[in-house]
């Protein structure tokens, strides 16, 4: 069975970091690109970032210089590192994996739970 379980979200002032972890198991995803998307409440689920299988990345236009998508696939692992945090980036942060790489692009076939994030002002 396949799961993508999201961790590493929490509580945090302005201006500080966070990092989240998507762990997958089940499978190797090594070969396929992983993202994360966030939703705020009342709002439609959005693109963050995604990291195709060359590891090479892609971001959201609200995120570029802030934040790091990575990936470690020896550990089926995806990491986002979030800096200069703000409160709207107040949000459920959802990892997705086995999608085509295209920037935006919701179209992947396994998702996690989330993990929410919360930017105090």
């Known amino acids: 069975q396949v799961q993508l379980v999201e961790s590493g979200g929490g509580l945090v002032q302005a201006g500080g970091s966070l990092n989240l972890s998507c762990a997958a198991s089940?499978?190797?995803?090594?070969?396929?690109?992983m993202a994360w998307f966030r939703q705020a409440p009342g709002m439609e689920r959005e693109f963050v970032a995604v990291i195709r299988w060359s590891g090479v990345p892609s971001y959201a236009d609200f995120v570029k210089g802030r934040f790091t998508i990575s990936r470690d696939n020896a550990k089926n692992t995806m990491y986002l590192q979030m800096n200069s945090l703000k409160p709207e980036d107040t949000a459920v942060y959802f990892c997705?994996?086995?999608?085509?790489?295209?920037?935006?692009?919701?179209?992947?076939?396994?998702w996690g739970q989330g993990t929410q994030v919360t930017v105090s002002s």
């Open positions: 089940g499978r190797s995803f090594s070969s396929t690109a």
């Open positions: 997705a994996a086995q999608g085509t790489g295209v920037a935006g692009s919701k179209g992947f076939d396994y």
